[in-house]
């Protein structure tokens, strides 16, 4: 993985120093409340409900174990003893005090981490794929590119106060696991007919109140333009996006407005100044930065025998076999997995995990997967690079510490927000109605007899519980002050990007589990051999789906 | 008489705003230096180079200045106003003038800035900060170092940290 050499470690550490004098001049009364918001926020500190919230960046998703170890110690000494992983692989602490956030801040930055830009109007953490450089797909390693964009948005002068906040991911594999095309830009690596590396450039897309896929603005940009290309977009958006009315802000609202092709050109010609500029990359450059993420020390094993015996172990033990079905997933280098650890078990907020447990994720890193980890989007911990004869050891110890429930891309592993248990934008909860529909659905066979199901929860339509991409939506309304939810279906976050169509009338918490019964119920019955939920929906449609739900009761 | 950080300096600063108007009235001119507002600047020049102090100009963060540009780079002073401290348009405005119109004069940032946007600014080409709020300048100067290096090619810096490491 990357490691700051002085410059980053510098530049991390001023940033501590500059965000310890603000707040000492805040609690003084010499920054106003609104001068500090900005300013607070691009540390990572949003004030919510109960408490303040910080974000922690987790750049590209990938965390060592030692950096783990500091989060658990920050979690005991600064806050409840646990933390939240989030929807853009960041991490959350739900209850810091703002007073101690510089130290917060310094402990992180002594672990070569921060919360810079993890909020506010600017560039984002950049994310991507929890496989990359495991993935059997993968058509280039996208983390060196993450990283150069990570060091070109670190407090860039000019996009610190944007229009909105702008998110990039970066997509290296033939199938989506990054949900580019629903970020501010999209980036997929790809090669030209030359066999030459670059880039096909999406803008625009995005979830919230205006749910949009991205658009393509350039097919192939070459690899060295990167930071130049990206410059340009910005640009165009910091002059031209709105800044009147905040639901309008976001840059897909203008690429609409403008059409996809004008907006490409507006940043064509803005690049045509600053193409082949300083900013342009060099090859020593790009080197530099795959040369941090080489492959660790791979053992040469006879795979096929590892196999196996690894079946043979699974045939003796169901609840083995079942966890070696549904979180594990093979590597392009034979003899080895990628295991997911669930932080999805029932009667646990989606995504939380205490100290204790984090403690355990370094250690099974330690042991089992060269030190490192990756957190996903869904909300999970993926090891990879673990041997395939060390699988029984680590279900046995993740077991035990409560991170091997085997339900990774089942109905039960679902997105879910914070909801209106923390978050003070929420109209209504989330976490009680994952809950709820997790004990419903708590009979193992009929799960997996369900297949891939991916089911998303917001508590409000800001959608940071990306309801409009799950196959099944769940998203909470306010109606006269009481708390309702409206269910979407037929969304989807792979490179077959579609947006959730709404069933029908909102319901009440209590109804929503009994129709998620009946949405599956009309699957089962209609499904072809090997259909999954999604495909069954766009053979057969919606209405099949809202007649049962909104049947009328006997 | 009002102050301004200036190069990393408080000074005086005799610089007049003339608020927006696009004739120039020779008589209602105040004496002494003055900013004028872009459409007294483009139509005036006649009344302007009688006028008995030195003439800058200011313009908003918004304004388009791809088609006016060579028009405004002589003048020894320009300032661009931010109505808001977080409408960031004025950074990219900035940096437009100093890169791509190769402006040398004196760039001023006036209105609703901050003190903790001061490094940012100046990263953009500002050397000139009017606050429009009571502020301890030669305290507020310290933001101007707040970081030590930056990553990004920009107004101040050339070269990327990448070929400088």
């Known amino acids: 993985m990357y490691r700051y050499d002085q410059y980053d470690q510098t530049i991390v550490d001023e940033r501590v120093a500059q965000y310890r004098d603000q707040t000492q001049r805040y609690l003084a009364g010499t920054i106003s409340e609104e001068e500090f918001l900005p300013l607070r926020l691009q540390n990572g500190l949003y004030v919510q409900r109960l408490a303040p919230m910080l974000r922690i960046a987790v750049p590209y998703g990938l965390l060592s174990s030692q950096q783990i170890r500091k989060l658990a110690h920050i979690s005991r000494k600064y806050d409840k003893g646990y933390v939240h992983f989030t929807t853009r692989q960041n991490i959350q602490l739900n209850w810091p005090q703002l007073e101690e956030v510089p130290d917060i801040l310094a402990e992180l930055a002594s672990v070569e981490m921060h919360a810079i830009q993890t909020s506010g109007n600017c560039i984002r953490n950049t994310t991507t794929d929890q496989y990359a450089g495991v993935a059997a797909d993968e058509i280039e390693d996208p983390r060196p590119w993450c990283e150069i964009i990570r060091q070109w948005s670190t407090l860039h002068p000019e996009f610190a106060f944007l229009p909105r906040k702008f998110k990039i991911a970066v997509c290296g594999s033939e199938e989506d696991r990054a949900a580019f095309l629903l970020h501010d830009i999209g980036i997929q690596l790809v090669t030209n007919d030359q066999g030459e590396s670059g880039f096909h ?42 800044r009147d009315n905040k639901y309008k802000a976001r840059i897909k609202i203008l690429v609409r407005a403008w059409t996809a092709e004008v907006f490409a050109e507006r940043v064509e010609s803005e690049w045509a100044h600053l193409k082949d500029g300083p900013a342009t990359l060099t090859g020593d450059e790009i080197e530099r930065m795959k040369s941090f993420f080489t492959m660790p020390d791979y053992k040469t094993v006879d795979a096929q025998a590892l196999d196996s015996e690894l079946q043979q172990t699974a045939g003796q033990n169901k609840a083995f076999a079942r966890w070696l079905e549904r979180n594990t997933r093979t590597q392009k280098q034979a003899g080895y997995r990628s295991v997911s650890l669930s932080l999805k078990p029932a009667g646990v907020a989606p995504g939380d995990v205490t100290d204790q447990q984090l403690e355990t994720i370094a250690d099974l890193a330690d042991r089992f997967s060269f030190g490192e980890l990756r957190s996903t989007h869904n909300q999970n911990v993926v090891l990879t690079d673990v041997l395939v004869c060390e699988l029984f050891e680590l279900w046995e110890l993740a077991r035990a510490a409560g991170l091997a429930t ?48 991916e089911l998303n929860i917001s508590g409000c339509m800001n959608a940071c519980g990306h309801h409009h991409i799950g196959h099944i939506g769940i998203l909470g309304v306010d109606k006269k002050g009481e708390e309702w939810y409206q269910i979407q279906i037929g969304g989807s976050a792979s490179k077959d990007a579609a947006l959730a169509k709404v069933l029908g009338p909102s319901l009440s918490r209590e109804a929503v589990t009994d129709s998620i019964e009946k949405l599956l119920d009309v699957y089962v019955e209609n499904r072809l051999e090997g259909e999954t939920f999604l495909a069954a929906y766009k053979r057969i449609g919606i209405d099949k789906f809202k007649e049962r739900v909104y049947a009328p009761t006997a | 008489m009002p102050q301004l950080l200036k190069d990393g300096k408080v000074i005086d600063n005799p610089w007049q705003i003339i608020e927006a108007n696009d004739e120039a009235d020779q008589e209602a001119l105040p004496s002494g230096d003055i900013l004028v507002p872009l459409s007294m600047w483009l139509n005036n020049q006649s009344v302007l180079e009688n006028h008995s102090g030195a003439v800058g100009l200011w313009i908003n963060g918004d304004e388009e200045i791809e088609g006016i540009a060579q028009s405004i780079v002589t003048a020894p002073v320009i300032a661009i106003n931010f109505p808001k401290f977080v409408d960031g348009r ?70 990327p940290l990448f070929k400088r490491r």
Not at chain 1, 220 to 226: A, D, I, Q, T, V
Not at chain 1, 228 to 233: E, S
Not at chain 2, 118 to 141: H, M, P, Q, T, V
Not at chain 2, 151 to 157: G, P
């Open chain 1, 201 to 242: 450039i999406f803008v625009g897309g995005g979830l919230g109140r205006t749910p949009v896929i991205a658009s393509s603005i350039r097919e192939f940009l070459p690899r060295e333009h990167l930071l130049t290309y990206l410059d340009a977009i910005l640009r165009v958006y910091n002059r031209y996006g709105n």
């Open chain 1, 406 to 453: 085997p339900n990774i891309g089942t109905i039960n592993d679902m997105i879910c927000c914070p909801g209106g248990d923390y978050c003070s934008l929420a109209n209504a909860k989330s976490i009680p109605v994952a809950e709820a529909i997790q004990r419903k659905f708590d009979d193992l066979d009929y799960v997996y007899d369900l297949g891939d199901l």
């Open chain 2, 90 to 159: 004025g950074f990219s405005v900035a940096r437009l003038l100093r890169d791509r119109y190769g402006f040398k004069g004196e760039l001023r940032a006036v209105g609703q800035i901050i003190r903790d946007q001061l490094f940012f600014l100046k990263r953009c080409g500002f050397n000139a900060f009017e606050f429009d709020s009571e502020i301890d300048l030669d305290e507020g100067a310290q933001s101007l170092a707040d970081f030590s290096d930056a990553y990004q090619v920009a107004a101040d810096q050339p070269e």
